[in-house]
């Protein structure tokens, strides 16, 4: 089989047949006339829409593209009126997704032109709409041109706003006061708006107003001191005290918010535009329909209304009140504070002590009501009578005391204790404590009481001067150690003292606080009530006491074994001398042992002789004749040693060497010729 050959087509258009028999020419053409139809958009562009359809979720907007975007309806709640074929500005977000869908935002179209428009708005004192998006704290929170805006509580209205909420997600029309560019934050009000309108009213109200002009108005707020009155687009206050006569704590006991009364015009300043109002000032002054029988002395019932310090205020009528001061509230001298008598909403019972019908002002008291207790005072506290009374205060000199209420007295410091010294009264009673007394005298003139504690018992002074007699020792303890000596604590709750030099111990240590001794009593004073004590001075008395006795019985032991100890020397003495002198001086002595044997004149008698031999003793030549009466045993040997020089001295000692044979003999006979004639 012959194959054909067949030949290519040269002028064959393969572009266009691989484009659909669409010519290259041909489909740009096309594509040009399609694009031709649509706008040229990029993304992040504002540009205008129209909208093409909206429920209530979604609004679709077409922006001539091609395809149409779909933005939330809550993009649009500043517009609850927007409609098929309103323009609206929108902010191309992309212009095709992953779905192929146009994405728009109306809400950051407004932002992007927003903040231009705002201060645009402030420049030229336009008037803008928002919408109240929430509540915040102290106000609103508003969507103005895109932008959130703060709107305070205080300007909202001119009126004060009790329920932020009623206002929530409606719009409502608004100035721009205020814009901070650092933080991007707007101020807006509403209530300028209204002002505006309302401060011409109020020139026209004001400038037809006169003192004591009366108007109705409606309760509009209502605060501490007082109560702010609407009177038709101008405010008035009406003060706490003019609203009632009688007191009023709180206003809201009077009135009530947007209740309507009558007012009167008190005063107002057509610079400052305030009007200051009344209402008590519709109705007569209480002290006007007072009793005319109503007189000093009368007894009124009436409702405490206002505490102070210094007393407490009494309304008898509405409108009429009287003070009771707090010296009126009792008979006691003490000044108490009128919040322990009475509080307020009590009522009591006073009688009136002063009238003054021009200055309206009275004077009350409740303790005319009781007897006062000093106009029988005599009977019932008479003088030496025992009561127990209640330590009101102390001073330095005394405890005031209370006997009964509105009867004071004084117990003076010195008539706490018989024994105790008490430098202050805090040391021996406390305030509040009960405390027996006596009425020891009576002022009663002055409304005084003279009392005494230690009087409740006897006098112990008068036994302590037969317990605490003079030297008597006791025990006692030191309780508190001064510059100027020792406080001591003794037997029957009585004190001593002892100074620093009578404190002192037998080791010579110094007595302590809180150690028991024994002391001496060396001085009791009943008149001054005193005890003055010594501790040294008991064993000094008894070292004294003993020394004495050693002294006496030294004393007696030399004259008891004087005699025999003079013997031995005064014959030796006798033997070692051949002087006249020397036999004199034995004779003597001889005659005194004899004396010492016999009778109490015999013992004179040697006194004498004594005496006649001591005096030439005492010279100081004659040393033989000191020898022997002063220091019979001693003598012979001291007597060369304290005068050597002496001669009269050595020479018997010399004679007795060299013939000691020959003065023995002598002395002998001498002795034996004198023995008769002593006897």
Same mark, same amino acid.
């Given at each position: 089989?012959?194959?054909?050959?067949?030949?290519?087509?040269?002028?064959?258009?393969?572009?266009?047949?691989?484009?659909?028999?669409?010519?290259?020419?041909?489909?740009?053409?096309?594509?040009?006339?399609?694009?031709?139809?649509?706008?040229?958009?990029?993304?992040?562009?504002?540009?205008?829409?129209?909208?093409?359809?909206?429920?209530?979720?979604?609004?679709?907007?077409?922006?001539?593209?091609?395809?149409?975007?779909?933005?939330?309806?809550?993009?649009?709640?500043?517009?609850?009126?927007?409609?098929?074929?309103?323009?609206?500005?929108?902010?191309?977000?992309?212009?095709?997704?992953?779905?192929?869908?146009?994405?728009?935002?109306?809400?950051?179209?407004?932002?992007?032109?927003?903040?231009?428009?705002?201060?645009?708005?402030?420049?030229?004192?336009?008037?803008?709409?928002?919408?109240?998006?929430?509540?915040?704290?102290?106000?609103?929170?508003?969507?103005?041109?895109?932008?959130?805006?703060?709107?305070?509580?205080?300007?909202?209205?001119?009126?004060?706003?009790?329920?932020?909420?009623?206002?929530?997600?409606?719009?409502?029309?608004?100035?721009?006061?205020?814009?901070?560019?650092?933080?991007?934050?707007?101020?807006?009000?509403?209530?300028?708006?209204?002002?505006?309108?309302?401060?011409?009213?109020?020139?026209?109200?004001?400038?037809?107003?006169?003192?004591?002009?009366?108007?109705?108005?409606?309760?509009?707020?209502?605060?501490?001191?007082?109560?702010?009155?609407?009177?038709?687009?101008?405010?008035?206050?009406?003060?706490?005290?003019?609203?009632?006569?009688?007191?009023?704590?709180?206003?809201?006991?009077?009135?009530?918010?947007?209740?309507?009364?009558?007012?009167?015009?008190?005063?107002?300043?057509?610079?400052?535009?305030?009007?200051?109002?009344?209402?008590?000032?519709?109705?007569?002054?209480?002290?006007?329909?007072?009793?005319?029988?109503?007189?000093?002395?009368?007894?009124?019932?009436?409702?405490?209304?206002?505490?102070?310090?210094?007393?407490?205020?009494?309304?008898?009528?509405?409108?009429?009140?009287?003070?009771?001061?707090?010296?009126?509230?009792?008979?006691?001298?003490?000044?108490?504070?009128?919040?322990?008598?009475?509080?307020?909403?009590?009522?009591?019972?006073?009688?009136?002590?002063?009238?003054?019908?021009?200055?309206?002002?009275?004077?009350?008291?409740?303790?005319?009501?009781?007897?006062?207790?000093?106009?029988?005072?005599?009977?019932?506290?008479?003088?030496?009578?025992?009561?127990?009374?209640?330590?009101?205060?102390?001073?330095?000199?005394?405890?005031?005391?209370?006997?009964?209420?509105?009867?004071?007295?004084?117990?003076?410091?010195?008539?706490?204790?018989?024994?105790?010294?008490?430098?202050?009264?805090?040391?021996?009673?406390?305030?509040?404590?009960?405390?027996?007394?006596?009425?020891?005298?009576?002022?009663?003139?002055?409304?005084?009481?003279?009392?005494?504690?230690?009087?409740?018992?006897?006098?112990?002074?008068?036994?302590?001067?037969?317990?605490?007699?003079?030297?008597?020792?006791?025990?006692?303890?030191?309780?508190?150690?001064?510059?100027?000596?020792?406080?001591?604590?003794?037997?029957?709750?009585?004190?001593?003292?002892?100074?620093?030099?009578?404190?002192?111990?037998?080791?010579?240590?110094?007595?302590?606080?809180?150690?028991?001794?024994?002391?001496?009593?060396?001085?009791?004073?009943?008149?001054?009530?005193?005890?003055?004590?010594?501790?040294?001075?008991?064993?000094?008395?008894?070292?004294?006491?003993?020394?004495?006795?050693?002294?006496?019985?030294?004393?007696?032991?030399?004259?008891?074994?004087?005699?025999?100890?003079?013997?031995?020397?005064?014959?030796?003495?006798?033997?070692?001398?051949?002087?006249?002198?020397?036999?004199?001086?034995?004779?003597?002595?001889?005659?005194?042992?004899?004396?010492?044997?016999?009778?109490?004149?015999?013992?004179?008698?040697?006194?004498?002789?004594?005496?006649? !031999? #001591? $005096? =030439?003793?005492? %010279?100081?030549? &004659?040393?033989? /004749? *000191? +020898? @022997? !009466? #002063? $220091? =019979?045993?001693? %003598?012979?040997? &001291?007597?060369? /040693? *304290? +005068? @050597?020089? #002496? $001669? =009269?001295?050595? %020479?018997?000692? &010399?004679?007795? /060497? *060299?013939? @000691?044979?020959?003065?023995?003999?002598? %002395?002998?006979?001498?002795?034996?010729? *004198?023995? @008769?004639?002593?006897?």
């Amino acid at each position: 089989m012959a194959i054909k050959e067949i030949n290519p087509l040269v002028d064959f258009d393969w572009e266009a047949f691989e484009n659909d028999g669409v010519s290259a020419a041909d489909k740009a053409a096309q594509t040009a006339a399609y694009e031709g139809t649509l706008n040229n958009v990029n993304d992040n562009e504002v540009v205008d829409g129209t909208v093409a359809a909206l429920n209530d979720r979604e609004v679709v907007v077409n922006i001539g593209y091609k395809s149409e975007g779909i933005i939330p309806r809550s993009e649009f709640r500043y517009a609850p009126d927007l409609k098929v074929g309103d323009k609206v500005e929108v902010y191309i977000e992309n212009q095709e997704d992953k779905k192929g869908q146009l994405v728009l935002s109306h809400k950051k179209a407004r932002q992007s032109r927003s903040w231009d428009r705002v201060n645009a708005a402030l420049e030229n004192d336009e008037i803008v709409t928002g919408f109240v998006k929430c509540r915040t704290k102290g106000g609103m929170i508003v969507d103005v041109l895109g932008t959130e805006a703060f709107l305070p509580g205080s300007q909202i209205d001119v009126k004060p706003i009790r329920d932020y909420d009623t206002f929530v997600g409606k719009t409502m029309e608004f100035k721009i006061v205020k814009i901070n560019q650092e933080f991007r934050n707007v101020v807006v009000s509403h209530k300028a708006l209204i002002e505006a309108e309302l401060e011409q009213q109020k020139k026209e109200i004001i400038s037809k107003l006169e003192k004591g002009q009366i108007l109705e108005g409606t309760v509009k707020n209502i605060t501490n001191y007082g109560v702010f009155i609407d009177l038709g687009g101008v405010d008035g206050l009406i003060h706490i005290t003019d609203l009632s006569w009688g007191r009023v704590s709180d206003p809201k006991e009077i009135v009530e918010l947007d209740q309507k009364l009558n007012v009167v015009i008190l005063d107002f300043d057509d610079e400052k535009k305030r009007i200051a109002l009344g209402l008590k000032q519709l109705t007569p002054h209480p002290w006007d329909a007072l009793s005319a029988d109503l007189k000093v002395g009368d007894k009124v019932h009436g409702k405490v209304v206002v505490m102070a310090d210094y007393g407490a205020f009494i309304e008898i009528a509405p409108g009429v009140e009287g003070l009771i001061h707090v010296s009126e509230m009792s008979w006691s001298a003490h000044l108490h504070s009128a919040q322990e008598f009475m509080k307020v909403g009590d009522e009591v019972d006073a009688i009136i002590l002063t009238l003054d019908r021009e200055e309206r002002k009275m004077s009350l008291g409740i303790k005319q009501l009781k007897e006062d207790p000093w106009e029988k005072i005599e009977e019932k506290y008479p003088v030496g009578s025992q009561h127990t009374a209640k330590v009101r205060n102390f001073t330095n000199f005394g405890v005031f005391v209370e006997v009964e209420e509105g009867v004071d007295g004084l117990i003076h410091i010195s008539d706490l204790s018989w024994t105790k010294k008490v430098k202050h009264p805090s040391e021996f009673t406390k305030i509040g404590e009960p405390i027996e007394v006596q009425v020891l005298d009576i002022d009663k003139e002055n409304r005084r009481l003279s009392l005494g504690h230690k009087q409740l018992e006897e006098n112990p002074w008068d036994k302590f001067e037969e317990i605490f007699t003079q030297d008597s020792i006791h025990q006692g303890k030191v309780t508190e150690v001064l510059d100027k000596g020792a406080v001591i604590a003794l037997e029957g709750n009585v004190e001593g003292f002892a100074t620093p030099k009578h404190l002192v111990k037998e080791d010579g240590s110094q007595a302590q606080l809180g150690e028991t001794l024994d002391f001496k009593v060396i001085e009791f004073n009943k008149d001054a009530k005193r005890i003055i004590l010594s501790h040294s001075r008991i064993f000094e008395d008894v070292a004294r006491a003993e020394a004495k006795a050693a002294k006496k019985a030294e004393v007696a032991a030399k004259k008891a074994t004087r005699p025999q100890k003079e013997q031995a020397p005064v014959i030796k003495n006798v033997a070692a001398s051949t002087s006249l002198g020397d036999i004199d001086a034995l004779a003597a002595l001889k005659a005194q042992m004899t004396e010492a044997k016999a009778e109490p004149k015999a013992k004179k008698a040697t006194a004498k002789a004594e005496a006649k !031999v #001591e $005096a =030439p003793a005492e %010279a100081p030549v &004659e040393a033989p /004749a *000191e +020898a @022997p !009466v #002063e $220091a =019979p045993v001693e %003598a012979p040997a &001291e007597t060369p /040693a *304290e +005068a @050597p020089a #002496e $001669a =009269p001295a050595e %020479a018997p000692a &010399e004679v007795k /060497a *060299e013939e @000691p044979k020959a003065e023995t003999k002598k %002395a002998k006979a001498k002795k034996k010729e *004198e023995e @008769p004639k002593a006897e």
